[in-house]
Nanobody, 116 residues
Framework: QAQLVESGGGSVQAGGSLRLSCAAS????????MGWYRQAPGKERELVAS???????NYADSVKGRFTISRDNAKNTVYLQMNSLKPEDTAVYYC??????????WGQGTQVTVSS
């Protein structure tokens, strides 16, 4: 069974940076569009970035220009470089396939807390 494990979260001050990693196991996600999602307290989970290949990425307007998604298919891992973090970026971050039929069970996510 496919498993996704997110890591790299933490607490930073506004303007800081973090790099999240998502390691997949159980099957390959290399040919699937993968996304980073986040869920803040009291809010629905939202897609913030997605990647099929380095030349095929998409970002939510709220993170465009600050976040960069990448992937290493040899390691079956997806990354999210987050720069210029803002308090409103505070959330639990998850990764998963963007298209529902390819999704694995959601992992525990990684907490990102940005203080002002």
């Amino acid at each position: 069974q496919a498993q996704l494990v997110e890591s790299g979260g933490g607490s930073v001050q506004a303007g800081g940076s973090l790099r999240l990693s998502c390691a997949a196991s159980g099957r390959s996600f290399s040919s699937i569009t993968m996304g980073w999602y986040r869920q803040a307290p009291g809010k629905e989970r939202e897609l913030v970035a997605s990647i099929l290949s380095l030349s095929s990425t998409n970002y939510a307007d709220s993170v465009k220009g600050r976040f960069t998604i990448s992937r290493d298919n040899a390691k079956n891992t997806v990354y999210l470089q987050m720069n210029s973090l803002k308090p409103e970026d505070t959330a639990v971050y998850y990764c998963n396939a963007v298209q529902t039929p390819f999704r694995a069970q959601w992992g525990q996510g990684t907490q990102v807390t940005v203080s002002s």
